[in-house]
């Protein structure tokens, strides 16, 4: 059965560079945001499907890039009035 799920990212700084998301197979990411402080991605899954781990990427602007990983922009958030800026990236395998 299709729904759509939240999966958070992290409670608080600082982040990982690197961090896995343990979700449903195929989940369909469709936004990134803040919600009550924590960064969240919101998912198209099927309740149906088995759990996969899918890899990600956080960086913030004007960090360096660490190496040429094949990766799919997700979006970007901001925190702290603008004062920090989030960019996500999942890694393709």
């Given at each position: 059965m299709k729904?759509?799920?939240?999966?958070?990212?992290?409670?608080s700084l600082p982040f990982k560079d690197i961090f896995n998301i343990s979700m449903k197979k195929d989940?369909?990411?469709?936004?990134?945001?803040?919600?009550?402080?924590?960064?969240?991605?919101?998912?198209?899954?099927?309740?149906d499907n088995d759990d996969e781990i899918?890899?990600?990427?956080?960086?913030?602007?004007?960090?360096?890039?660490?190496?040429?990983k094949?990766?799919?922009?997700?979006?970007?958030?901001?925190e702290s009035d603008g004062r920090l800026v989030w960019h996500i990236f999942e890694i393709i395998n």
């Open positions: 729904s759509i799920y939240k999966y958070v990212i992290s409670d989940a369909e990411i469709l936004k990134l945001d803040i919600q009550f402080g924590k960064i969240c991605i919101w998912c198209m899954i099927d309740s899918r890899m990600f990427e956080i960086y913030g602007t004007g960090e360096k890039i660490k190496d040429l094949i990766s799919k922009y997700i979006d970007t958030v901001q």
